[in-house]
């Protein structure tokens, strides 16, 4: 015979081979004024064990009636009779075991714990000893007389899933809590974070049974083959600005196996570091399943009250989350011509930050066969190319300074080509797993493009050295300085439209020294941004804003 079902128990069975030490032998006097009544429904009262645990051991010979050996567990005692119980031991396979609990709340009846992550909840086959149960009966061994390989467990998380669990001390608060599941009067909310970003509301009622060809895995199952009913609803506490995660509290109406797994991956929003229900990912900065048993609400079992709990999540689910939040951090160089962006650029480079440059882009698409170079080719024909193909730039400056609109359908032609340039770069940089990349973009402001989350930066030169510099190094005229400059923001605008600048004095140790300070500024901004966001979800999952 096993013992009554849990609702734990509804889509797992457990086999029970109960062996264990003898426990001590307890006399249970039947009071006067008891009205006849069944042994088993007097022990069950009184020993505060179930019904069908008294009635396993007085079939099992380890009770006595006035002395006399009792096996019939239907027979009816009567007033002033003595009754013993040999009371169950400790089972062998459940030794006590010391280790850290983190104890939210404890009375003589419950215990509520704060389960970490990487602890499997009592033992199975794959796990007998280390266990959240071995912990507790070290710490609560009044667990030892509770019935089963699972004494005092109620429900249960998977064993990378963290949080709160209720752990029944008592028979009487085991049995009261089983039926509490049962009927669903125990609210459970968790934390999730979600690959991408769901709807901000949403709910999820597809049945849920065994995965139909990998028996170890669940999955959404036709109630006709098998599925049972499951609910699953969620609100969004956080969305990331890059579309890459979501914090989400999400309510159980059921309490089916992976249920919250489940129903979010087909919904195409897998929690991160589920390595069972989302893709195969070694890059992702979760090393399990980033869920979290959040908040309980239930009645206590034996004096009635509400009970109310919550526990932020642990250390992972923030490092995680910034990690996804920043990813790699984008900066957006510019400036004005002659400012130094290659010397920038290539201070960079000495840093070990990957770079980019649209002008490097730029004559990429004017090579001949490039994909530029045929659609100016087929726009203009031969007006600005040599005999060879290659274009001549002096004669497309010329055309641009006297044909008016020809530079904005240049730059229609060729920005699309030379933007998708920069966002592969960018990707790329990003699957390599690069903390910062830097993409050189002379008329990034003038251009319209916007790169959300990125940092833009200009480097602030001095007119007068950037022009003499552009006389001296690139033989422009004034009139060519004042005609490209023309097509551009001012430096002061530049600058007042920047997150960040670079001062470059001139010499070679302005620029180094300015490069230095850039990069510790950047440092900083990503410090006061963390800083600000951990406020953000510290206030969210301490339950102050949910």
Known sequence: MTEEK????????????????????????????????????FLSSVAELSRSRVKKLVEQGSCTVDGALCTDADMRVRPGQNVTLRMPGASEALL?????????????????????????????????????????????????????????????????????????????????????????????????????VPPSEGTCDLPIGRHPVIKTRMAVVPEEKGGRNALTTWSTLYASSSGRFALLAVRLFTGRTHQIRVHLAREGFPLWGDAVYGPEDRASPAARQLLHAWKLEFQHPVSGRTMNFVCPPPGDFPRAMLALERGMRRVILTGMPGCGK??????????????????????????????????????????????????????????????????????????????????????????????????????????????????????????????????????????????????????????????????????????????SHFLNALTEKERKEEEALLEKWTGLWSGEKS
């Open 6 to 41: 849990t609702p734990f128990d509804e889509d797992i069975e457990f086999s029970e081979e109960e062996g264990g030490s003898v426990g001590e032998e307890r006399l249970f006097p039947v009071p006067e004024g008891t009205r006849r009544v069944r042994l088993d429904v």
């Open 96 to 196: 006590p075991e010391e280790g850290p609990l983190d104890i939210v709340y404890c009375d003589e009846d419950i215990v509520v714990v704060n389960k970490p992550a990487d602890l499997t909840m009592h033992p199975c086959p794959s796990c007998p000893q280390g266990t959240l149960v071995h912990r507790l009966l070290a710490r609560f061994p009044q667990l030892a007389l509770q019935e089963g390989p699972r004494p005092g467990i109620v429900h249960r998380l998977d064993k990378d899933t963290s949080g709160l669990v209720i752990v029944a001390l008592s028979e009487r608060a085991r049995l009261r809590l089983i039926e509490d599941f049962a009927a669903r009067r125990v609210h459970k909310t968790y934390l999730a974070v979600t690959r991408g």
């Open 342 to 515: 290659s010397a920038v650029l290539e201070r960079m480079r000495e840093h070990s930050i990957p770079v980019w440059s649209a002008d490097r882009a730029v004559a990429e698409q004017y090579r001949p066969g490039a994909d530029g170079w045929h659609l100016m080719r087929q726009r203009w024909g031969n007006a600005f190319f040599d005999e060879d193909g290659t274009v001549d730039r002096t004669k497309l400056t010329a055309l641009l300074s006297r044909t008016p609109g020809m530079r904005r359908e240049l730059e229609r032609l060729i920005h699309p080509l030379v933007r998708d340039s920069m966002d592969r770069f960018f990707q790329y940089a990003g699957a390599r797993g690069e903390a910062v990349a830097v993409a050189e973009v002379p008329l990034w402001f003038e251009t319209g493009w916007t790169c959300p989350g990125a940092d833009i930066a200009v480097i602030v030169c001095p007119d007068e050295v950037r022009h003499e510099r552009l006389r001296r190094t690139r033989s422009w005229s004034d009139e060519k300085i004042a005609a490209v400059e023309g097509w551009q923001w001012t430096q002061r605008d530049k600058a007042a439209a920047a997150d960040l600048l670079i001062a470059n004095g001139g010499t070679l140790e302005e620029l180094d020294r300015g490069v």
